[in-house]
């Protein structure tokens, strides 16, 4: 066999390509995602296009949250409220560029995300939902009374990132910024989530108090999951502030829109990655589609969570997993038989 | 190792354990027996800090007083514990169900995992090896990808016990390793404790109902009764301690017959 030189080389260089060749599939998606614009037919579908890609950071956020650290949340919309309107703060009335009240908007929110985890110390499941649902609806009518923010009436004239002088305003060109923060956002959410920290976040999901007895500080880990989703949903709201028309108003961030991000997360697969990608997607369009009926939408989605969790408890994420796990096994199968005829 | 003193806890009216003085010694391997609802499994409870202890109550380990330090803070010192119900991650494959119990060993920040680094990766791969080599130990590698919910109740019992080893602990609790297996498999997981603890050099508390566990491999027994504890000793002297059999079988049963008693059986 090979010497212990020759061996060691050997194991050092597959690794080192490993770790590279995980970033290939990331790169052919991004080289995807910069033609998808142009596919486009109308400047309406590129903005929706926008939407989608927000609404999937938003999604990719509250499934750390909620799918993976099991916490039920509803303060997730509050919290991309309070991104948005920071971001419109600091450009409107401080004059920050976008670069920087982006980045400022997502600490804010992350801080604020720290406090509606708080509650989380002591309550779960339904108990949480309420201390949540309660500092949500705070955070929005403190937004409508508030004339300094333009009160119900809403925020006008937030500008467009600037760009060597020349503003992104358009759908298109706005596309270029929101699409790589979306992917750089997902990425991030892997690593996060196929790390130490995302089994401990499983942990504390399926048994918080085993999951103590085996050395995971609970408190931490769900503050952790509580402000790392904080993050994406301050970020996102950034991006909705910043996109043209540069319009926010306070009700946009109803629990009507928190059922629809529910929807998303519990439709695309709890604790799934992909599932909450493809649930965002899925749930925009199917959003933009149902607009004529729109006085409808809260019982269509209700409906739709509902027949979900009767029927496919772990979202599309958790059938397309439950297809290639049988194939898997099958193909096991075969393979024993094979080898015992 | 570990000292326990003057520890009680009360549950409203009811006092589940009184007074309770343990020493366990470094290398030890210590049994605790006693009736249904005499304070055992509320003792490890108390121990791993799942519950408060009343005031006046002293636990320390390696000389250092841990009485109300939190559940996680007591593990990283080296305290394991198994639960009577298991309490396994049923959703999460096996290896998962080890790489959580290994969490206090993991050598890489939450920074450096959000950025997906690359001695991320290279960690990960160390730590699942370091888990499987493990789980070859306590016999379950070939079901490292499955749930753990799929494993049968032996295989679980297992797993558990894989779970509080993969914590390197200097002091494992067991509570009831064994209840519910067929002789074989009692057995069978009874060596692989012994294995590992000999291997490891681990200290061991261990409430157990099958006697044949306690009187073979513990070197004292400490026996609980209605919180209290009244006796303690090696095992040959525990059996035929007249309080031990009085609270087993009742008063009711006169010396002889309860000599006779045992000797049958």
Known sequence: ?341 | MLEVTNLSKRFGGLVAVANVDLSVRQGEIRGIIGPNGSGKSTLFNLISSVYKPEPGSRIAFDGEDITGRPPHDIARRGIARTFQLLRIFTQMSVLENLLIGHHSHVRYGVGAAVVGAARVWAEERRLKQEMMDLLGFVGLADYAEMAAGELSIGQRRLLALGRAMAMRPKLLMLDEPAAGLSPVNVDKLLNTVMALQKRFGLTLVIIEHILKVVMESCDTVTVLDHGEKIAEGPPAAIKDDHRVIEAYLGKEMADAEVRAFLKAS
């Open chain 1, 1 to 341: 066999m090979n010497g212990p030189g020759t061996n060691g080389a050997a194991e050092r260089a597959p690794e080192g390509w490993r770790d590279l060749s995980r970033f290939i599939p990331w790169l052919l998606g991004f080289c995807v995602l910069l033609v998808l614009p142009w596919l486009a037919v109308n400047p309406y579908q590129n903005y929706l296009l926008n939407v989608i890609l927000i609404n999937v950071i938003l999604a990719v956020g509250l499934n750390i949250v909620k799918g993976f650290a099991g916490q039920v949340t509803v303060g997730h919309i509050a919290l991309a409220a309070i991104g948005a309107y920071t971001s419109a703060i600091l450009s409107v009335k401080f004059g920050l560029p976008f670069w920087l009240a982006l980045p400022a908007a997502t600490l804010v929110t992350g801080l604020a995300g720290a406090l509606v985890g708080i509650p989380a110390f002591r309550l779960e499941g339904a108990y949480l939902a309420l201390a949540t649902l309660g500092l949500a609806e705070s955070v929005r009518i403190f937004i409508s009374a508030t004339d300094y923010v333009g009160a119900s009436i809403g925020f006008s004239d937030i500008p467009p990132p600037m760009l060597a002088g020349k503003p992104l305003g358009s759908h298109i060109a706005y596309y270029y910024v929101v699409m790589p923060v979306a992917l750089v956002g997902i990425y991030l959410s892997f690593c996060i989530l196929r790390s130490d920290i995302g089994r401990a976040f499983k942990a504390l999901r399926e048994d918080s108090l085993a999951a103590a007895a085996a050395g995971i500080n609970v408190r931490k880990y769900k503050l952790l999951a509580f402000v790392i989703s904080a993050f994406y949903a301050g970020c996102a709201g950034s991006l909705t502030a910043h996109m043209s028309p540069g319009f926010l108003n306070p009700n946009s961030y109803t629990i009507t829109e928190m059922v629809t991000l529910l929807l998303m997360v519990v439709l695309g697969g709890i604790g799934h990655i992909w599932g909450g990608v493809i649930g965002a997607v899925l749930v925009t369009i199917i959003n933009d589609l149902t607009v004529d009926f729109y006085q409808y939408r809260l019982a269509i989605f209700g409906m739709i969570i509902v027949l979900t969790v009767l029927y496919m408890p772990r979202g599309i994420g958790g059938v397309i997993d439950r297809h290639f796990a049988t194939k898997r096994f099958i193909a096991l199968r075969k393979a024993k038989a094979s080898v015992n005829a």
